[in-house]
């Protein structure tokens, strides 16, 4: 049998089929029959294709052993040995009809956000096309290029969808990380950035009913910075709580920041925990999955956990609700 078929399961129960020939990967032939799943580097090192085989064999090709977690595939590297079903970690309506749009923007600002961070914001380019409009929903990501290079980076959107082109970014400044040293060292107010996207899967599940709980690791807030946005704007009312994690008091998020999100939405509650505190630290001492398991003991009731941050954030919050056995549902993604 040369050619196999695959079956796609969104997380909402949706059925996607379509031929994958032999030696072709799962991702590739997806786009070739008109789905565009979340993906960026189409080579097995940054993990956002990221999905688990439920029936059939498959082989997988070279990849980043760290962009996979336990019993999962990369779509990208995944070549069907025979017919495959593969559960996708998101609903149908992230799953594109059309190429990831490229659009061109240019710097605007560049200001130090808190340590080691900074806040980026773009403005986009009018396209006679597309006009000047960011559509997104909150907690999607954008991919931007290096100029002149085709080294690409996805950072989450901080703010909300809006008519001016307007794109705020949290970036955290890594050591050596190749936009971080773009940022560091070359950029400035008035250089243009190819822009592609938004993409990513990381996003509310407004038809829920439950508490929701946000929990943020460094720049793992600016995508739940638009999610909370978002609620104030609509003046939601849902039972909602924040935990912000952090090593020490001055990597927290900035209290304008918190202000503003409780200003918004009255009902939230915040916690911001400090694993490494001062002396006179008042707030919560420890991580943010410990802080999480704090509040869980607080109440019984099922809620949606929408987590941002490091792998091991994440790890530790998986392993939290495992051995909570509750009927709690966890939305996350990695940094
Ligand atoms: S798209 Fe990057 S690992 Fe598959």
Redesign the pocket.
């Known amino acids: 049998m040369s050619e196999r078929e695959v079956t796609l399961v969104t997380r909402d129960g949706a059925e996607l089929r379509f031929p994958c020939a032999a030696k072709d990967n799962v991702?590739a032939a997806s786009e070739a029959a008109g789905y565009f799943l979340p993906?960026?580097?189409?080579?097995?090192?940054?993990?956002?294709?990221h999905a688990r085989v439920t029936e059939g064999k498959y082989t997988m090709g070279p990849?980043n052993s760290a962009?996979l977690q336990g019993g999962e595939v990369?779509?990208?590297?995944c070549e069907p040995d025979e017919n495959l079903t593969v559960a996708l970690p998101y609903n149908q309506a992230q799953v594109l009809r059309y190429k990831v749009p490229v659009r061109q923007a240019v710097i605007e600002s560049m200001e130090p956000a808190w340590q080691n961070a900074v806040a980026l914001t773009l403005r986009l380019q009018p396209d006679p096309e597309q006009g000047q409009a960011v559509e997104f929903s909150p907690g999607q990501y954008m991919e931007l290029t290096i100029p002149g290079t085709d080294i690409r980076r996805a950072y989450s959107l901080a703010n909300l969808p809006n008519w001016e082109g307007r794109l705020d970014f949290l970036i955290r400044l890594a050591p050596h990380g190749q936009f971080s040293t773009f940022l560091r060292e070359q950029a400035k107010v008035g250089d243009a950035i190819t822009v592609r996207g938004p993409s990513g899967s990381f996003i509310l599940d407004e038809s829920s009913v439950r508490p929701r709980c946000f929990v943020g690791g460094g720049c793992g807030l600016a995508p739940i910075l638009s999610m909370l946005r978002h609620l104030g704007e609509f003046q939601d009312s849902q039972p909602t709580h924040l935990i912000f994690g952090a090593n020490r008091e001055s990597e927290l998020v900035p209290q304008s920041d918190v202000e503003a999100v409780t200003a918004a939405l009255p009902q939230i509650g915040v916690t911001l925990a400090v694993s490494a505190p001062e002396e006179n630290w008042q707030g919560f001492q420890g991580t943010a999955p410990a802080a999480l398991d704090a509040f869980l003991s607080q109440t019984d009731e099922p809620i949606d956990i929408y987590a941002c941050g490091p792998p091991k954030m994440l790890e530790a919050i998986e392993i939290l609700l495992q051995q909570r056995n509750r009927d709690d549902r966890l939305i996350a993604e990695r940094l």
């Open positions: 991702l993906a960026m580097c189409h080579e097995g090192t940054c993990g956002l294709c990849h962009a990369l779509l990208c590297r």
